[in-house]
């Protein structure tokens, strides 16, 4: 479903919940300015995929974090050593409410321009996705940056087909996904759209309201794209969608002059691969 779409941050990420019942997806990147991070993830899955995930595998989704099983220590231990060298898990706990369970996760990431979220189970990005940090002209501030890979697929293509559609009506009812940067100290420049403080959104998506819009879904099935950005440009007309506009994404921001005296910027780079 939708795989020419791989490399899509925001359609990656449907491709991926439809194939194990996500219920919403939050992560956090919170960034200082001596390239460290933490990575702030939530992941909740419908129980009725969870309870099929027992049934045909043998997995324990019911047990704290320590227990075993799908939410185990052991298992995001396993992730971080995916997300990038050196990202170690620092703490879990197992969410749940009436309808879903999940585990809120937080990793501790010591060169955020070697970071993979490509290696999340469900990712709000696949292939080779760009972060850069560097210091500014100045000297005083530093400069994020995330920049998107193309999308794949056969160029004039619609996004989606009428069964793609259908299919996520049917598998993603409920469907959130949020992903956004903070920084530290105070955000001097961004050509994001979508700033609060000093968090930035990358992304955010509530499948219900944007499949809700007949002009969306129409957008959907009869417009190509052949960016990331076209595809933002594309769905922000439409309610229930934040998704940033351009191939790149930048952050020029400035940390308390406590923190940046302790933490001094260097360059560099890396993708997410």
């Not at 460290?36 to 019911?62: C, P």
């Not at 998506?205 to 944007?210: G, H, K, M, N, T």
């Amino acid at each position: 479903m939708i795989t020419k779409l791989r490399s899509s941050l925001l359609l990656t990420a449907l491709l991926l919940v439809s194939t194990t019942g996500c219920l919403s997806l939050d992560l956090l990147l919170k960034v200082a300015p001596d390239g460290t991070g933490r990575l702030f993830t939530e992941v909740r899955i419908q129980k009725a995929y969870l309870q099929m995930a027992e049934g045909l595998l043998g997995d324990d989704t019911s047990g704290q974090p320590g227990a075993g099983g799908m939410f185990s220590d052991d298992n995001l231990e396993r992730m971080a050593a995916r997300l990038g060298e050196g990202v170690q898990l620092v703490s879990s706990k197992v969410v749940e409410d009436d309808t879903s369970r999940g585990v809120r996760a937080e990793f501790s990431v010591p060169d955020v321009t070697k970071l993979s979220l490509g290696e999340l189970p469900v990712s709000p990005t696949r292939g080779k996705t760009q972060f850069t940090l560097e210091p500014a002209k100045d000297g005083r501030s530093s400069v994020f940056s995330l920049t998107f890979p193309p999308v794949e697929g056969k160029q004039g293509q619609p996004l989606m087909s009428g069964a793609d559609v259908a299919q996520m009506k049917d598998l993603l009812q409920g469907l959130k996904i949020d992903f956004a940067i903070e920084v530290p100290g105070k955000i001097i420049e961004t050509n994001s759209p979508f700033v609060q403080g000093n968090r930035v959104t990358v992304a955010s998506l509530d499948l219900d309201q944007l499949l809700a819009s007949p002009k969306a879904v129409e957008t959907l099935t009869s417009t190509p794209a052949a960016s990331v950005a076209e595809v933002g440009r594309l769905l922000n007309d439409f309610p229930g969608v934040s998704f940033h506009p351009e191939d790149t994404l930048t952050i020029e921001f400035r940390a308390p002059a406590a923190k940046q005296a302790a933490e001094a910027p260097a360059a560099k780079g890396g993708s997410d691969r």
